[in-house]
T-cell receptor
Framework: GQQVMQIPQYQHVQEGEDFTTYCNSS?????IQWYKQRPGGHPVFLIQ?????EVKKQKRLTFQFGEAKKNSSLHITATQTTDVGTYFC???????????????FGPGTSLSVIP | KAGVTQTPRYLIKTRGQQVTLSCSPI?????VSWYQQTPGQGLQFLFE???????NKGNFPGRFSGRQFSNSRSEMNVSTLELGDSALYLC??????????????FGQGTRLTVV
């Protein structure tokens, strides 16, 4: 079945350093979403990418969707303590036969920022 | 508008008992998905309902079941509880599903502890 993997699992950075998390799917995706979960909180939607090679920016966050629509990345420039949390990618699988597409979450990358 | 509401927030049950969790989606949202979150396993997909129909199901035993009502509210039931069922159960609602899927809004979750 479809699998979505993320690396690294954990990342500790000094405040001001950059951070990147990578998301890889075993199958082609219709789209990919990114979520952030603060410690003790629930996942909150960040962005959705649909087109092959798409790049979107949100202030210090840059999201990319691979040309083959099987991988994605989230890059944070100059991390701040407010960036602490777990970042999940969620891929929507391409429909096969009569099965409905379903969203599969990656295991997440937990980011710690040292002030 | 009101967010996704999950009740109860916390629950302690004994092995062998059963439990029912409730999720009220955002008004107008017809898709409700359930996830189990544990520290070592990330977000595991349980099932998705859309307009009272189960569209997708994850790889969980038959002890886990769910349903959706005509007002889009959803319940999930776990029978014959096991210690390993202790987890945070998250519900997410979205306006649409499948190829037209939009961002998912998560509830605060129900923290289930099985003793």
């Amino acid at each position: 079945g479809q699998q979505v993997m993320q690396i690294p699992q954990y990342q500790h950075v000094q405040e001001g350093e950059d951070f990147t998390t990578y998301c890889n799917s075993s199958t082609t995706l219709s789209n990919i979403q990114w979520y952030k979960q603060r410690p003790g909180g629930h996942p909150v939607f960040l962005i959705q990418l649909v087109k092959s090679g798409e790049v979107k920016k949100q202030k210090r966050l840059t999201f990319q969707f691979g040309e083959a629509k099987k991988n994605s990345s989230l890059h944070i420039t100059a991390t701040q303590t407010t960036d602490v949390g777990t970042y999940f990618c969620a891929g929507l699988g391409v429909s096969r036969g009569t099965s409905y597409d379903k969203v599969i979450f990656g295991p997440g990358t937990s980011l710690s920022v040292i002030p | 508008k009101a967010g996704v509401t999950q009740t109860p927030r916390y629950l302690i049950k004994t092995r062998g008992q059963q439990v029912t969790l409730s999720c009220s989606p955002i008004s107008g949202h017809r898709s409700v998905s359930w996830y189990q979150q544990t520290p070592g396993q990330g977000l595991q997909f349980l099932f998705e309902y859309f307009s009272e129909t189960q569209r997708n199901k994850g790889n969980f035993p038959g002890r886990f079941s769910g349903r959706q009502f005509s007002n889009s509210r959803s319940e999930m039931n776990v029978s014959t509880l096991e210690l390993g069922d202790s987890a945070l159960y998250l519900c997410a609602s979205s306006f649409s599903s499948g190829r037209m899927n939009t961002e998912a809004f998560f509830g605060q979750g129900t923290r289930l502890t099985v003793v």
